[in-house]
């Protein structure tokens, strides 16, 4: 028998058909058996890898990478001319499903509510729901997606996070290379590059179908960002400041995307 194997590997040796299906299969068990040798090994040294930090400990340093590159990529081709597909609004949702409730206790006052925006310099300007409704209003209805792999054509109003900018003279801010929101109890955050929020979809929102937002979607005042998924349309927004530096992001640190872009 293993003559017979020595055989084929003979060299110059004029090999039977049969003598050549054997030869074949072992070289092809044999590079078989180095692959998954070298995935188990690939697989080992990336759980070795040092974590990219976060609450949780984060994710493996060349995954961040992996993901750092897509962000890289998306990003160039990122143009506020381009908008996100839109639809009539009688294609829109009656039913709107509801996901993540992070920052949405029912410890919270929606008498009390309102908006604070801490300016570069320090100072911080109050809003009330009233001084964002008196802004024009701008409506959205899109393909709502979530990471976890369900989307929804929905419907919402509100003002064009540009708009609100030129309305409150935060140009200077708008230079700035990140906005980050948080809810009011600050449970649930998210950071957003400058060109994401200013496109022209991007609104703060205060209707769904025509109506207040419903408690469960973020009443009083939630994000409504189309060329994002989900994860970065924070509902119940309680404090909005502007950073050169990316600001804490509550996925980000739980291992996604942190431009999470469409
Ligand atoms: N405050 C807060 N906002 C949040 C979340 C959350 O857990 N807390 N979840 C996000 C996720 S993952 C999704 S998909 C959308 C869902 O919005 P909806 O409940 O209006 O469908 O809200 C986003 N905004
Ligand atoms: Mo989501």
Redesign the pocket.
């Known amino acids: 028998m293993a003559n017979f194997f020595a055989n084929v590997f003979r060299r110059n040796k004029k090999l039977s058909v049969d003598e050549l299906i054997v030869k074949k299969t072992i070289i092809s068990f044999f590079f078989f058996f180095v692959f998954i040798a070298g995935c188990i090994w690939a697989w080992k040294w990336l759980r070795k890898q040092p974590l990219d930090g976060g609450i949780r400990g984060g994710i493996q340093q060349p995954l961040r990478k992996v993901l750092d590159k897509n962000e890289d990529i998306f990003s160039r081709f990122f143009s506020k001319n381009h908008l996100t597909k839109t639809y009539p609004v009688s294609a829109a949702a009656k039913k ?9 206790g029912d410890d919270f006052d929606t008498e009390t509510w309102e908006l604070y925006v801490i300016r570069k310099k320090g100072d911080t300007i109050t809003l009330k729901l009233d001084d964002l409704k008196k802004l024009p209003k701008t409506e959205v209805v899109f393909n ?1 997606k ?1 990471i976890e792999g369900w989307s929804q054509v929905t419907y919402w109003g509100g003002v064009k996070f540009s708009d609100f900018i030129k309305a409150y003279g935060l140009t200077e801010e708008s230079k700035m290379k990140y906005v980050a929101l948080s ?1 009011p109890d600050e449970e ?1 955050y998210v950071g957003i590059d400058m060109p994401s929020i200013l496109h022209p979809q991007t609104i703060l929102c205060y209707e769904m179908n025509g109506k207040p937002l419903p408690m ?3 009443y009083p005042l939630r994000l409504i960002i189309p060329v994002k998924y ?2 970065k ?4 927004i309680g404090t909005i400041y502007f950073d050169n530096q990316r600001p804490q992001d509550y996925w980000y640190e739980r291992g996604y995307d942190y431009y999470s872009g469409l």
Not at 96 to 104: H, I, K, P, S, T
Not at 233 to 236: D, E, P
Request: contains cysteine; hydrophobic residues 30%.
């Open positions: 709107v499903r509801v996901n993540g409730d992070v920052g949405m709502f979530c809810t649930y469960n979607q973020g989900g994860i349309h924070i509902k119940r």
